[in-house]
């Protein structure tokens, strides 16, 4: 499923926090523990700010319902989205054959896990009619129906592999640490996965197993025979390479390609952090690249260390304000959420929203 981003309009978050500011100060100077004739607030004032509360969160609940429209590309009756899919459009990727039936790709598996990826946000009931109700907007007979069989295997193997991963991890303590060193974690993994396995075989018709998961399997059949090679001391170095190049000519040819990329990708990271912790400088670095990637290559990664220098100074600026309105006791979460929002708004464009919300996350873990 192809997930992309949106992003509010900033001219609404702009008016929503001109509105916020005075609202705040109203209900402030209401909550004082003068009375409206001490402080000069008659009746009026008190109704005209309890209409101006109603008014904004009106406006709230129409921007909370515009955003899921937007998200799902249809009016939910079950309310808004979670915080987490705020900012996310999802592009409709179910197909039919000419007949009418549901063709079954990997973008069916990516719409369910988008939607359960709330699960700490919302009841899985909620959810489950979030994910039904989209499938009957955009799926007829006999197509809808041939989705929610899918659907309700899909969530028993859930259930099944979250039985599993209990069961699995009350094993592994019993794993001693000498045992795991003597390759018993090996062994354990291996059992893992083939249980596992068996699992999405039994729960999932074998057309939806296939291709929901061989590609997956077939990765992981690949890293655990690797991680046996590795763990082969028996093996010289010459050994273990060729083992591995073999292991690796069964993978698919993109994903050969893409291994390769990674690869040399890493090996730049491991040899310019030596170079910086032998006490070489930038210049060092260039001349590093150079030699690995080229002459133009070069003047790209300079340009990109720009790029990275300036984002780490924004990002730096932006937490910096974004800690001090999310600390500010006289805020409600509300109205810190709002601010925050419009932080954001102003000091990044809608692609580079993505990424904050991201380091968002992660700061708050």
């Given amino acids: 499923m192809n997930v992309k981003t949106i992003i509010k309009n900033k001219n609404l978050l702009t008016l929503s926090m001109i ?49 899921t429209t937007r998200v799902l590309g249809f009016e939910s009756k079950f309310g808004g989205l979670p915080d987490s899919l705020r900012g996310t459009v999802l592009v409709n990727a179910l197909q039919v054959d000419e007949n ?33 109700e989209y499938l009957n907007y955009y799926l007829q007979e006999p197509a809808l129906s041939e989705s929610q069989a899918i659907l309700a295997q899909y969530i028993e193997l859930k259930s099944a ?49 296939e291709v929901f998961y ?10 655990y025979s690797r ?11 010459d050994e273990r390479l060729q083992k591995i190049t073999e292991l690796q000519s069964s993978l698919p040819e993109d994903v050969v390609q893409s291994m ?13 952090a030596q170079v910086l912790e032998n006490g070489g400088d930038h210049q060092q670095v260039r001349e590093l690249r150079r030699e690995m990637f080229g002459d ?18 924004r990002i730096n600026d932006y937490l910096t304000q974004r800690t001090q309105i999310l600390s500010n006791q006289g805020l409600a979460k509300d109205e810190q959420g709002a601010q925050v929002d419009a932080l954001r708004s102003t000091m990044f464009d809608e692609q580079e929203q993505i990424r904050v919300r991201s380091l968002e996350r992660k700061v708050e873990v």
């Fill in 161 to 209: 592999l979250m039985a599993l991963e209990k069961d699995m991890e009350g094993d592994f303590k019993q794993i001693s640490s000498q045992d795991k060193l003597d390759g018993a974690y090996l062994d354990f993994l291996r059992k893992q996965l083939n249980q596992r396995n068996a699992l999405r075989e039994q729960y999932l018709d074998t057309a939806v197993y």
């Fill in 296 to 313: 133009e290559a070069v003047q790209r990664f300079d340009e990109l260390d720009q790029k990275r220098a300036l984002w780490k100074t």
């Fill in 100 to 132: 009418g039936h549901l063709i079954i790709t990997s973008n069916i598996k990516d719409l369910f896990d988008y939607f359960l990826s709330t699960i700490t946000e919302e009841e899985l009931d909620l959810i489950l009619l979030r994910v039904d």
């Fill in 214 to 223: 061989a590609e997956e399997e077939r990765y992981d059949d690949y890293t």
């Fill in 19 to 67: 509105a916020m500011t005075g609202v705040t100060a109203i209900v402030y100077f209401l909550s004082s523990t003068q009375t409206p004739s001490e402080v000069g607030i008659s009746h009026s004032d008190e109704y005209k700010a309890e209409a101006a509360l109603a008014s904004l969160q009106s406006d709230q609940n129409s921007n909370e319902h515009d955003q």
């Fill in 260 to 272: 390769r990329k990674t690869q040399i990708t890493d090996e730049l990271k491991d040899r310019t």
């Fill in 227 to 237: 991680l046996l090679v590795s763990s082969d001391t028996s093996l010289s170095e």
